[in-house]
């Protein structure tokens, strides 16, 4: 049994998301259990809309909720022990929640996942890895903005946390990662991206295959399974592939409806559009996953709507059943073991040059 908790009053549709997204994942994923948390008066008219809820859920009442403009360290200081947003994360503190899915404030998540959950003892900064459809398949980018900059260590760290959600969702046990870059060139970039560039090529590690560096156009074409990269580039490549996917859909919708021909072409090629649609629905692929800390919590988009939300649960079904912190504990401790071997190499080998 998977058990999912659900801050059920975040975003911007609340209960009438959340609980009708939980609903729809019933449809085709057994042995889950979910855990509502919020506001009494709100959450349970939308419950009763639900009855095939009824044996596989239990709901939690809250004395409040977080809303969306409060600052992180305000959510914190009110929300703490008190909010719907908390009592979910707490759950997967306590055991009772494998996974908690929040829909709500972004930054009120982080910070209370971070004071609650703790970090990996294997990680130094939590990151939140986000689904990118691609001309290949889906790739996954992170950090998205959790944080803003990072150091060569941390951005190792993102490329093994990286690896092992992409292992944990599509089953490949090798993943191809990849370091953002302004160019491919080794020489180029900042130093934090070099140094890490150096050591994922000298550390080898089992879980993931590491390519040199990317540019930004590479992420959508799928060049590489992981694309690593710090909060700053990161947020600011999800904003512009979301206002440009936007854009060529108002584009494309306007030309269609210019002419009686461009009507009649998109009528005779409205199949391929269906497909390019579903290809690129930001819903499909919706959660944002904050890696790094111990246990796993999935940040729903705001504007998500029912089957938006179902994306997010699946999601978080899927890592949980797939034992993705296992995976990614694993993998950090064994890299950090073979680079501190690495490392210790180096330093033997100066000093012989020294003494010689």
Request: glycine share 10%; charged share 20%; with cysteine.
């Amino acid at each position: 049994m998977i058990r999912i908790s659900i801050d059920v009053m975040g975003g911007d549709y609340g209960p009438e998301a959340t609980i009708a997204g939980a609903a729809r994942v019933t449809e085709y994923l057994p042995n889950i259990y979910f855990l509502f948390y919020g506001l009494e008066e709100t959450v349970k008219p939308v419950l009763k809309k639900y009855p095939c809820l009824a044996s596989i859920s239990c709901f939690c009442p809250t004395e409040s909720y977080t809303r969306m403009d409060e600052k992180p360290s305000q959510a914190l200081r009110n929300g703490r022990g008190k909010s719907s947003m908390w009592h979910a994360i707490e759950a997967v503190k306590n055991g009772e929640a494998d996974v908690c899915i929040s829909a709500g404030n972004t930054g009120a998540l982080m910070a209370m996942s971070y004071f609650c959950l703790k970090m990996m003892a294997e990680a130094e900064r939590p990151g939140i890895a986000g689904i990118w459809p691609t001309l290949r398949s889906e790739s996954i980018v992170l950090d998205i903005g959790a944080t803003i900059g990072a150091s060569a260590n941390q951005l190792v760290d993102f490329a093994v946390m990286g690896a092992g959600m992409f292992r944990a969702l599509y089953h490949t046990e090798k993943p191809s990662v990849g370091l953002l870059n302004v160019g491919v060139e080794e020489v180029k970039g900042l130093y934090a991206i070099k140094k890490a560039g150096m050591i994922l090529r000298e550390v080898q590690l089992e879980g993931l295959e590491y390519k040199g560096f990317v540019e930004g156009n590479d992420i959508g074409k799928g060049t590489v399974d992981v694309v690593v990269t710090e909060g700053f580039s990161g947020n600011i490549a999800l904003k512009t592939a979301e206002g440009t996917a936007r854009q060529i859909g108002e584009i494309l919708n306007s030309a269609m409806r210019s002419s009686f021909f461009s009507s009649l072409g998109y009528f005779l090629s409205r199949g391929a559009f269906r497909t390019l649609k579903h290809k690129m629905d930001p819903d499909r692929v919706n959660g944002g996953v904050l890696l790094g800390l111990n246990g796993i919590v999935i940040k729903s988009h705001g504007s998500a709507n029912a089957d938006g939300f179902a994306s997010a649960i699946r999601i978080g079904y899927t890592m949980v059943h797939n034992g993705l912190l296992k995976k990614i504990t694993a993998d950090l401790r064994r890299f950090h073991q073979n680079k501190q071997t690495l490392f210790y190499k180096e330093d033997k080998a100066t000093e012989n040059e020294k003494i010689i």
